[in-house]
């Protein structure tokens, strides 16, 4: 895993394998502020919205609606991210779950639940 900073004046994602990982359990060096928050789920959430340049809110619960043109919900325990469009939330089963790699062996997914669009 790697602090990586973007070109541009963008800022900076944490990458692993040269991919955003989609865990909790990513751990940052004690030296490396750019997050601003001991919760590893904003390190996650802004090298999302960092590399993708999307405007996203970081959702807090599957109930949460989402108001701006994203919403981003990150399932640490299971690995995963869910990427939901405005106006719905991850309840309302309509959005793009993606898994990163977390750790050394893992393989990219990303699958879109419609079952309520």
């Not at 919900?73 to 106006?87: A, L, T």
Request: glycine share 10%; charged share 15%; proline share 2%.
């Amino acid at each position: 895993m790697a602090d990586v900073q973007l070109g541009g004046g963008i800022g900076s994602a944490v990458l692993t394998y040269g991919h955003i990982p989609s865990s909790l359990q990513v751990t940052r060096k004690a030296n490396t502020s750019n997050y601003g928050s001991a919760d590893n789920s904003a390190a996650v959430y802004e090298s999302i919205t960092q590399v993708l340049a999307l405007d996203a809110e970081h959702l807090k619960g599957e109930s949460s609606v989402v108001t701006r043109q994203w919403g981003i919900y990150i399932h640490g325990n299971d690995n995963f991210v869910n990427f939901v469009p405005k106006g719905l939330s991850v309840e309302s089963q309509c959005f793009l779950q993606y898994s990163g790699i977390n750790a050394q062996g893992d393989k990219v997914r990303v699958e879109l639940i419609d079952s309520s669009c």
